[in-house]
């Protein structure tokens, strides 16, 4: 718990409570300075000190090693406005294409200086532009679209649909590092917070929530790759409407889950927990038409199925968010 300090009342009526002494000379307040008073959604008094002053960006610095990609997502996802890449002697041509392709996966970020010895990027986005909310969804459509190519791919040993579905990760990855990037730099704002709409408390199911999207993707990713083993083998038939009913299902749950988690519905979390049993009963048929299929495709008709049931099971997490 914060210090407490008692509201105090002048003669004339006003209401007023001391600022501690400590703070103010850490951040040179003198007798007439002003501080900037903002009213967050619960009730709460934010006393700002430096309203007027201009935020200096933040700036991380990496040198060249093994895992200089995945550093690099880190500082972004960590809300680092600008990130420097720095070596010893000269970066060399392969160093710059893994920047390169790096700063390609990441919305945003560009390379703004470059020489022999140092690659300069900055984030040139404005988080205040950018509601979680409205990335959520941009990313669920492309996801959800995956998701429905996926299943028609696989059925139809259609392989240009499967690789396009692949291709489309790409951008669902953009968009989730994007969402994860400003959820973590509204927790580190809390006027941005104000200003979004989203109090801090609500970023951790928001983060939870993007994960969730985020892995239904990747199991129709899984699926397309089942389906370019296959190499254009059809399932039978029987086999077909049993698959496009399950994918038909898990559409249907994500879909109502998403919608739960965004309006915070209840009862439409709770359809999604429903279809437990029809989801259950499909995949046991599933299971034992698969059984007479050949050996050799076996293994793929029962992944894409297991990959089905997974992607329902994230559905259900989803909607859990709503209570």
Not at 3 to 27: I, M, N
Not at 28 to 38: I, Q, R
Request: hydrophobic share 45%; charged share 25%.
């Amino acid at each position: 718990m914060g210090e407490l300090r008692k509201v105090q009342r002048t003669p004339t009526g006003t209401f007023f409570v001391c600022l501690p002494r400590s703070w103010a000379e850490e951040h040179g307040l003198k007798k007439g300075a002003l501080v900037a008073l903002d009213e967050t959604s619960d009730g709460k008094l934010l006393v700002d000190p430096k309203y007027d002053v201009e935020q200096v960006p933040r700036v991380a610095t990496l040198t060249v090693g093994s895992f200089l990609g995945r550093e690099i997502i880190g500082r972004y996802l960590l809300g680092f406005d600008i990130i420097r890449v720095e070596a010893k002697e000269r970066i060399d041509f392969d160093v710059r294409n893994v920047v390169k392709a790096t700063v390609s996966s990441l919305i945003g970020l560009e390379i703004v200086e470059e020489n022999y010895s140092q690659i300069v990027l900055q984030c040139l986005l404005e988080p205040s532009g950018f509601p979680p909310e409205k990335i959520l969804r941009r990313n669920y459509a492309i996801v959800a679209g995956m998701n429905r190519d996926v299943v028609s791919s696989f059925v139809d040993g259609d392989l240009h649909r499967a690789k396009s579905v692949i291709a489309r990760d790409d951008e669902s990855n953009r968009l989730y590092f994007l969402l994860v990037r400003i959820l973590r730099t509204i927790l580190q704002n809390p006027r941005l917070s104000e200003k979004l709409g989203i109090p801090p408390i609500e970023c951790l199911d928001y983060r939870l929530a993007a994960s969730l999207v985020e892995a239904i993707g990747d199991a129709s990713v899984k699926i397309a790759a089942k389906t370019l083993e296959l190499n254009g083998v059809k399932p039978s038939e029987e086999l077909r409407k049993l698959l496009g009913g399950l994918q038909a299902l898990c559409y249907e749950a994500h879909e109502q889950a998403l919608k739960a988690f965004i309006d915070k519905e209840i009862a439409s979390a709770e359809n999604v927990r429903n279809m437990n049993e029809k989801i259950r009963a499909l995949f046991a048929d599933i299971e034992k038409v698969t059984k007479v299929q050949p050996v050799e495709v076996m293994p793929q008709m029962l992944a894409a199925a297991s990959f089905l049931r997974q992607i329902y099971e994230y559905s259900v997490d989803l909607a859990d968010l709503v209570v």
